[in-house]
């Protein structure tokens, strides 16, 4: 018969499994300090022998990393998913960006519409607390904090969506443009009018997010980033323009 005897799962092990379920969900983020080893085994309710057993074993597959005399962090996991030649490829060559942006179009869209189908009430709250935080960003006329923001309005509808394979892609996608390897968000917050058109299209979202209307988060996503590219292809276009211009401007000035 196919039955063997059930074994009582070890401490550290039951450990692991729940910060690694933290790590894969989103919630421990690359980057973030785990609490002190006191205070950790406190919460888990379990011995810090136990506690560092299960530390050790998620050191050796690379999922926490230690840091001398600083303590115990989550891994940057998400730098392995490009290599640093095809991140310079992205950096040096205009039509990587409108590939980013078609490609984010198509994936923040699918997850706006998961997001106001599956999304329970505290993530829709958390989408709603940091839309709060941009309009105040944009009253006090704060370009750069209302860029940050916008990445983390964005990343909030994906891990709404509830697909861990999509927010670590996203994640990994949305560190680059943190860089600035795709083009610089705050460039775009720089115009009042573009600033003022983007909250405009954030408010969009938010309003289809909180009233639960997939399709209506689908459409207010895919419009929004269809008006960044815009925006962006203006951008190339007008840096070209001045480029000849300048040209035109030192060939007639060095005329004798």
Do not use: W
Request: net charge neutral; with cysteine.
């Amino acid at each position: 018969m196919p039955f063997q005897k059930i074994q009582t799962e070890k401490l550290s092990v039951a450990v692991v499994k729940q910060i690694e379920l933290l790590i894969l969900r989103g919630i421990l983020r690359p980057g973030e300090r785990l609490p002190a080893e006191r205070e950790l085994a406190d919460r888990l309710g379990v011995s810090r022998p136990s506690l560092r057993d299960a530390i050790s074993n998620l050191q050796e597959q690379g999922l926490l990393t230690a840091k001398a005399g600083s303590g115990i962090y989550v891994a940057e996991v998400l730098g392995s998913a490009f290599s640093p030649a095809l991140v310079q490829l992205f950096s040096s060559h205009e039509e990587a960006v409108f590939d980013f942006l078609s490609f984010r179009r198509d994936m923040e869209g699918l997850a706006a519409e998961r997001a106001a189908r599956l999304g329970s009430d505290s993530d829709l709250k958390v989408v709603q607390a940091i839309f709060e935080k941009m309009e105040a960003a944009h009253t006090r006329n704060a370009p750069g904090d209302e860029a940050n923001l916008d990445a983390q309005f964005h990343m909030a509808i994906i891990e709404a969506s509830h697909n861990v394979v999509m927010l670590h892609m996203m994640r990994s996608m949305y560190d680059l443009l943190q860089q600035g390897v795709f083009y610089n968000r705050q460039m775009m917050f720089q115009q009042r009018t573009t600033r003022g058109a983007i909250l405009d299209q954030h408010r969009a979202i938010n309003t289809a997010l909180q009233d639960r209307d997939p399709k209506g988060a689908r459409q207010a996503v895919e419009q929004h980033l269809s008006f960044v590219e815009r925006c962006m292809a203006d951008q190339q276009k007008a840096t070209r323009n001045e480029e000849i211009a300048r040209q035109r401007l030192q060939h007639e000035t060095g005329k004798v």
